[in-house]
């Protein structure tokens, strides 16, 4: 069985430019959670889908962050426009219905100069 | 919202040591408490779990302790091995989302 995969593994853009994050869930799991770690720090919640529905999005810092998960599948995350402090390693994280285990990909790291 | 301490930040032990963990949170609703490990470069793993209903669970050389009237949980690793050197997660949950703990980073000395 496939694990949670992210695209891409590293980015590097200037302050300003756009970066959109993409994470594959584990089949057939409708909960979908994107994570943000800041280097030293603890792994941050964002934001939370049950398919394609937002469940919750109180960890998403500002109106420069969107995500989608259009069809119950596949989601992005895109900041628009970046800045220095969204740099971090920011993970996707898929479940099943009723289960607490979070299954996690292996983080894509944004660096903004 | 949740809040979660995690105690030391770093720590280092000699292989064969055991090494101790702890986390504490603020909402006694909370019910689930899982521990993830991180491993350089890699994803973070679920290696065990504890609910609320449990004061202890061992699986080989992890164990976690819950005390829900203090609101705090560790996690034990006996006989240490340099493989078990990564970065260690605790994380508290009550109905879905997960908050997680700064982490430690563990080392263990061959």
């Known amino acids: 069985e496939a694990g949670v995969t992210q695209f891409p593994s590293h980015s590097v853009i200037e302050k300003g430019q756009t970066v959109t994050l993409r994470c594959d869930p584990i089949s057939g799991h409708d909960n979908l959670y994107w994570y943000r770690r800041v280097m030293g720090k603890e792994i941050k919640f964002l934001l939370h889908?049950?398919?394609?529905?937002?469940?919750?999005e109180s960890g998403m810092p500002n109106n420069r962050f969107l995500a989608e998960r259009t069809g119950g599948t596949y989601s992005t995350l895109k900041v628009q426009p970046a800045e220095l402090e969204d740099s971090g390693v920011y993970f996707c994280a898929s479940s099943h219905p009723g289960t607490g285990e979070l299954f996690f990909g292996e983080g894509s790291r944004l660096t903004v100069l | 919202g949740e809040n979660v301490e995690q105690h030391p930040s770093t720590l280092s032990v000699q292989e064969g040591d055991s090494a101790v963990i702890k986390c504490t949170y603020s909402?006694?609703?909370?019910?689930?408490f899982p521990w993830y490990k991180q491993e350089l470069g890699k994803r973070p793993q679920l290696i065990i779990d504890?609910?609320?209903?449990?004061g202890e669970k061992k699986d080989q050389r992890i164990a976690v302790t819950l005390n829900k009237t203090a609101k705090h949980f560790s996690l034990h690793i006996t006989e240490t091995q340099p493989e078990d050197s990564a970065v260690y997660f605790c994380a508290v949950s009550g109905y879905s989302t997960l908050t997680f703990g700064k982490g430690t980073m563990l080392l263990v000395s061959p």
């Open positions: 909402d006694s609703a909370s019910n689930y």
């Open positions: 504890i609910r609320s209903n449990v």
């Open positions: 889908f049950v398919k394609e529905s937002k469940q919750d």
